[in-house]
């Protein structure tokens, strides 16, 4: 009879166990000290060894030469739990055993010693399945357990574990296992079995549990099945619906020359050969985040599951971009892998995703834009990025005020260095203890004085448009040793900036504290004196323009916010 590979080789002993070395090494103690807790929870994601440790914690407890970290195997308590036959060790099943009844019968049997091992062991799977009459029970036991009862609960949420049991336990987490310890592994079964698999189809069974070991070794079962005793790479690629480090590295390619066409054709090519387009929307997303988290974390990051090879690979690609771009082409495909899930026209969707990763990697701010900038054609490559190991350039305050084209659809784009300098603002200074304030008026709500005024006046004297900005939607109430700004979020930055500080002090001619208060709602800017040309006929003229449309049709539902001249501001 032919048993699944997950089966054959579930670990019998700790020594066989991969991963989990902290659970491994906290038990072994335990049964070493013989300090047996009566109740176990084994928490963490499925198939990552649960019921296998608990199978192994029952051997350890009840084999003859026991209690022991290392298990005889070969006992009738060892052999049976292995079998899962053993009259002492009682698994239940919470998915489809969770009422009450079953939990009074499980009271009841507790109550009797075991029949003939050492411990009574109860090993509920699924455990957050029980119901809560059900755990009522169980506490009762746990309250005042026999000394011969074990239970161990397996989940995959702790989180509804009632706290009346979980605090009556000992936890354990159970983690997803890393990339090289699953990869090895199945390595190895492969050698027992006899059966030849290339390297990268290793790779590609062994990244399809993404941490799971019975789901990477499921994903082997299938491939056996499939390909027989030799596994070749493109075969278990087309089976498991992966695609070659080769393919992606062509996307990325094609984006630094931002070739439309080859993505084109590279779409062609991948119909005619039937893939799954899905899949390889999938696997761009994954692709394009191992790119990120590279270019932000390093190659060498654990947060990253990919081969030695691969990881050369993805690094070398990584420094192709800057961290922007990465983020923006990101979000693009995991837009477009959300498209194709419900596409009738997935060859369509795919063809217009891509084409729109290569505007992307054209797009410059509308800001420069604006400034003349010209857009770099196709062929010319984007600037080189940053090097990763210089300090991070100064991000402009989130508060871009009324900044032209501040939508969200435009918020990974790259932020031209405004003419004003952006600094970030240090935090607010802590506030001394005094009487309670007298509650914030409601922005736009009167409480504004000639304060705001002033400000306003000298802040575009200056060309501090953007705190001049922030002011226009903020309420300014003298509070005689205070100035407070009632202001939104969005503004909050600009308002508790430095700067705006100095000309607080400069326009007071003493030190005066700037407080922000945040309010939900936005005051509507009064109207102040006209600058510049007329705000419609501005408005106006930025929607015409060309660029700005390209833009838009870019990230159809976007918006433009709000205009500011910056010719005029710089
Ligand atoms: N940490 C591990 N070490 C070795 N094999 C494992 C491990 N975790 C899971 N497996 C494999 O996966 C199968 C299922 O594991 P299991 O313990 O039932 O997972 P869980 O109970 O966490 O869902 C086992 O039979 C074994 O082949
Ligand atoms: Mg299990
Ligand atoms: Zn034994």
Redesign the pocket.
């Known amino acids: 009879m032919y048993q699944v590979?997950?089966?054959?080789?579930?670990?019998r002993s700790f020594a066989?166990?991969?991963?989990?070395e902290h659970v491994k090494t906290t038990i072994e103690n335990a049964i070493s000290q013989r300090r047996i807790a009566h109740g176990y929870i084994?928490s963490?994601?499925?198939?990552?060894?649960?019921?296998?440790?608990?199978?192994i914690l029952a051997r350890c407890l009840n084999c003859e030469q026991g209690p022991t970290i290392t298990p005889c195997g070969v006992c009738a308590s060892c052999s049976e739990i292995s079998g899962g036959g053993s009259i002492d060790v009682i698994e239940i099943d919470a998915a489809s055993n969770r009422g009450i009844n079953e939990m009074r019968e499980l009271r009841e049997s507790v109550r009797f010693r075991p029949a003939r091992d050492r411990y009574k062991i109860f090993i509920i799977?699924e455990a957050h399945q029980i119901t809560n009459e059900a755990f009522n029970a169980l506490l009762k036991t746990l309250e005042e357990p026999p000394e011969w009862v074990v239970f161990v609960m397996?989940t995959?949420e702790s989180h509804k574990i009632p706290n009346t049991i979980a605090s009556r336990c000992q936890q354990f987490s159970?983690r997803s296992?890393d990339y090289d310890i699953v990869y090895e592994?199945a390595r190895w079964i492969c050698e027992q079995e006899g059966i030849e698999a290339e390297p990268e189809a290793l790779a590609v069974i062994t990244l399809a549990g993404e941490g799971?070991?019975?789901d990477s070794?499921s994903a082997l079962d299938q491939a056996i099945a499939c390909c027989g005793q030799k596994l070749e790479a493109a075969e278990v690629r087309m089976l498991l619906g992966r695609f070659s480090m080769q393919t992606l590295e062509r996307v990325a390619d094609a984006l630094v020359d931002l070739d439309a066409r080859r993505m084109l054709e590279l779409i062609q090519e991948m119909e005619r050969g039937g893939q799954n387009l899905q899949h390889f929307a999938r696997e761009l997303c994954r692709f394009f985040r191992n790119l990120l988290v590279t270019r932000v974390a390093g190659a060498d990051s654990r947060l990253i599951a990919a081969s030695a090879n691969e990881r050369q690979r993805l690094d070398t690609l990584a420094a192709k971009f800057s961290e922007e771009d990465l983020t923006r082409y990101l979000h693009l495909v995991l837009n477009l892998f959300q498209d194709l899930q419900t596409s009738l026209q997935p060859r369509m969707h795919l063809e217009l995703g891509l084409v729109r990763l290569v505007h992307a990697g054209r797009l410059q701010s509308i800001e420069e834009i604006l400034r003349g900038g010209a857009l770099p054609s196709a062929g010319t490559p984007p600037p080189p990025p940053a090097p990763r190991s210089t300090p991070p350039v100064p991000q402009p305050p989130p508060s871009r005020p009324s900044g032209a084209g501040a939508s969200a659809a435009f918020a990974p784009a790259p932020v031209a260095a405004g003419p004003v300098s952006a600094k970030v603002a240090p935090p607010p200074l802590p506030q001394p203890p005094a009487a309670p304030a007298p509650p914030a008026p409601k922005p736009g709500s009167g409480g504004s004085s000639e304060w705001r005024e002033r400000l306003l006046d000298t802040l575009n004297e200056k060309g501090m448009t953007f705190i001049a900005d922030a002011i226009e939607h903020s309420d300014v109430i003298d509070r005689g040793n205070e100035l407070e700004l009632v202001t939104t979020k969005i503004f909050a930055m600009a308002a508790r900036s430095g700067d705006l500080q100095k000309v607080v002090d400069a326009l007071a001619g003493r030190a005066m504290k700037v407080k922000v208060t945040i309010s939900e709602t936005a005051p509507v800017a009064a109207p102040s004196k006209p600058r510049g040309p007329e705000p419609d006929e501005m408005t106006k003229m930025v929607l015409d323009n060309p660029e700005v449309q390209r833009y838009r049709e870019l990230f159809p539902g976007s918006e433009v916010r709000g205009v500011r001249n910056l010719k005029e501001s710089s």
Not at 5 to 11: D, E, T, V
């Open positions: 590979i997950a089966r054959k080789y579930r670990p066989e166990l991969i991963g989990q084994f963490g994601q499925r198939g990552t060894g649960k019921t296998t440790v608990a199978r799977d397996c995959t159970f296992v592994r799971s070991v019975r070794l």
